[in-house]
């Protein structure tokens, strides 16, 4: 054996002894991190066997080199639910890193006050499989979170994902290829803008959902956002609530309220530009006594709408409404409400009450439909002088946030 294929084997055996001994020094640091500590990553391909965890810091600061420079490459994952996982703590940053191949969730963090996520990509290698983790980015129980510049690919729920949260911002982001890009559920003051939505089952959803502790969210606005081309097939494991988004949806809103959808470019989703839709669309039963399943105050306004002239999803139970309900053909509607009223905040004209009414207005190239849904959808209307209105839907910036 000649000298120079003996010290690539030397190097091989380095290498592969370094990676469990990289590893356990990064949990170690992360055990041993001080408030206000930064721990560096520096540039390099890392395989990681384990979750990394991090419990109860303050102000600590988790830097790479650069999304393509420092990845923690997860393929082979032996323990652990979460590529990092990071828990009850405040001021906590994570920055210039890819997580690759997580077993389960890529970064979860949760009760934490004041949580950025910057430059940050979650992805999983490959065609997008039910298989891949739930989520990419995925903050929950958590107050003052920012999600600014990072990209998501992959996930079999949701690439960026903020949950059971408040005070929210996610900006400037990229996701594609996941069930649902940007996911904002059961949350409260979200604001979502300037992102790129495409190839996903779904572009961006604001979801309200039973049966979790934190109920009841709204005041979110999703603003200059580009959504288009999500029409891939929804390959969310079975049973989960996203498995039932349709494939070609751009912005769906299911049973949330007050919402504020303008200047976006919503384009090329072939089932739904825009879907407002109470629970009971999905069919499922609601066990919880305290949940609300309307969607209402909703404000959809200056988007800009284009579509192909193509035939809407014929997948799931969305096709088959559309197969036999929904006699659209080509002519599908950029903007669909399925008309199932809470019957308690009507007027006697049997139209919500200013403060609650679904509001679509100067909207480019969009034509409408209200489905009747709560009645088969006998008396299907397209007329747009019934949600001409406007309404304010008020969230506040969080600190230090430049929209």
């Known amino acids: 054996m ?18 469990p001994d990289f590893r356990r020094q990064l949990q170690t640091k992360l055990i ?19 979750t990394l965890s991090m419990e109860g810091k303050n102000g600590i600061v988790l830097s790479g080199s650069g999304m393509d420079k420092t990845i923690l490459q997860f393929q082979g994952q032996q323990t652990g639910a979460e590529g990092i996982r990071i828990t009850n703590g405040r001021q906590i940053t994570i920055q210039d890193l890819t997580v690759r191949n997580a077993k389960g969730d890529a970064i979860k963090t949760m009760n934490l006050q004041d949580v950025h996520f910057l430059r940050v990509r979650t992805d999983w290698s490959g065609k997008p ?32 994902y903020v949950g059971q949260s408040r005070d929210i911002v996610v900006s400037h982001c990229r996701a594609f290829e996941n069930v649902a890009g940007i996911e904002i559920e059961n949350s409260v003051n979200a604001i979502v803008h300037h992102n790129e939505a495409f190839r996903n ?23 200059e956002n580009r959504i288009y081309d999500n029409n891939l097939a929804n390959f969310a494991p079975k049973g989960n609530i ?29 089932t739904l530009g825009v879907c407002i839709a109470s629970y009971y669309i999905t069919e499922k039963r609601i066990r919880d006594s305290i949940y609300y399943p309307y969607p209402t105050a909703i404000n959809i306004h200056d988007n800009t709408f284009s579509r192909q002239r193509v035939r809407a999803t014929r997948r799931g139970r969305m096709g088959l409404l559309f197969r036999f309900k929904l006699r659209f053909g080509r002519k599908v509607p950029d903007i669909l409400y399925d008309g199932i009223l809470d019957k ?42 019934l949600f001409d209105c406007s309404l304010e839907i008020h969230t506040a910036t969080p600190t230090g946030h430049q929209p």
């Open 2 to 19: 000649n000298r120079w294929a003996l010290s690539c084997i030397i190097l091989l055996a380095t290498q592969a002894v370094a990676q």
């Open 32 to 50: 041993l991190a001080t408030d206000g500590d930064t721990i560096r990553i520096p540039e390099g391909q890392y395989t990681i066997d384990a």
């Open 129 to 160: 499989s039910p298989k891949n983790g739930a989520y990419g980015l995925y903050p929950v129980n958590c107050k003052g979170v920012r999600i600014e510049g990072c990209e998501a690919r992959g996930a079999s729920d949701a690439g960026i």
């Open 201 to 223: 089952t779904g572009g961006i959803l604001v979801f309200d959902l039973p049966d979790l502790p934190v109920k009841k969210g709204g005041q979110c606005r999703v603003y």
């Open 242 to 270: 996203v498995g039932t988004v349709p494939q070609g949806t751009g912005i769906l809103l299911l049973a949330a309220n007050h919402v504020d959808v303008s200047g976006n470019e919503i384009r090329d989703n072939r």
């Open 344 to 385: 308690t905040i009507t007027g006697s004209d049997g139209r919500y009450l200013p403060e609650h009414r679904i509001c679509i207005r100067n909207n480019r190239n969009a034509r409408l439909a209200s489905l009747d849904a709560g009645n088969d959808f006998r008396s299907i209307t397209t007329d747009p002088s």
